[in-house]
Antibody
Framework: EVQLVQSGAEVKKPGESLKISCKGSGYTFTSYWIGWVRQMPGKGLEWMGIIYPGDSDTRYSPSFQGQVTISADRSISTAFLQWSSLKASDTAIYYC????????????WGRGTLVTVSS | DIQMTQSPSSLSASVGDRVTITCRASQGISRWLAWYQQKPEKAPESLIYAASSLQSGVPSRFSGSGSGTDFTLTISNLQPEDFATYYCQQYSNDPITFGQGTRLEIK
């Protein structure tokens, strides 16, 4: 089955670091871009950035550049999103999504990881 | 950045109705537009890509049209499972941007 499996919900304190994951299966992981999308509570979808696991080429939305780091490990077909110092405003659901090769829309989504940052 | 503006922000409709949601881009994006459906507590799912191409497995009552700056998503013969939030997305230029969403509620 073609799927993206995301890591489980996290509860963290402000200032802590965090790395969440997105594992692809059922397809050639290195041949598709993987994007990350944020959804804050009760809000819409925001594109954070995207990585091509084949060569780790990474692009960030200006809104998220310097705030997060996107990476990938081809050997385990997994993409990552990490923070070095969380803020309460990072509380959100984070989705990973696969970008279609030809048309470049997101054709496959993970179920999301809820990140709660609270003191 | 390309701004995507959806209208309306919310609408109420009944089972069997036909509804149309519009999406306007702040600059021309050719047909590089997708539509997604998101149900409560669920991840988004793709419905339409390239403005009018139906994602595999999506019912034919969903259709999309438009090019340039103006796009529409039409749902014919609304079914109970169609009540959800819908987002448009442009993928013409980075950063990819989404519309603010349209919440479709049962009347």
């Amino acid at each position: 089955e073609v799927q993206l499996v995301q890591s489980g919900a996290e509860v963290k304190k402000p200032g802590e670091s965090l790395k969440i994951s997105c594992k692809g299966s059922g397809y050639t992981f290195t041949s598709y871009w993987i994007g990350w999308v944020r959804q804050m509570p009760g809000k819409g979808l925001e594109w954070m950035g995207i990585i091509y696991p084949g060569d780790s080429d990474t692009r960030y939305s200006p809104s998220f550049q310097g705030q997060v780091t996107i990476s990938a490990d081809r050997s385990i077909s997994t993409a990552f999103l990490q923070w070095s110092s969380l803020k309460a405003s990072d509380t959100a659901i984070y989705y990973c999504a696969r970008r279609h090769t030809g048309y470049q829309y997101f054709d496959l989504w993970g179920r999301g990881t809820l990140v709660t940052v609270s003191s | 950045d390309i701004q995507m503006t959806q209208s309306p922000s919310s609408l109420s409709a009944s089972v069997g109705d036909r509804v149309t949601i519009t999406c306007r881009a702040s600059q021309g994006i050719s047909r590089w537009l997708a539509w997604y459906q998101q149900k409560p507590e669920k991840a988004p799912e793709s419905l339409i890509y390239a403005a009018s191409s139906l994602q595999s497995g999506v019912p034919s009552r969903f259709s999309g049209s438009g090019s340039g700056t103006d796009f529409t998503l039409t749902i014919s013969n609304l079914q109970p499972e169609d009540f959800a939030t819908y987002y448009c997305q442009q993928y013409s230029n980075d950063p990819i941007t989404f519309g603010q969403g349209t919440r479709l509620e049962i009347k």
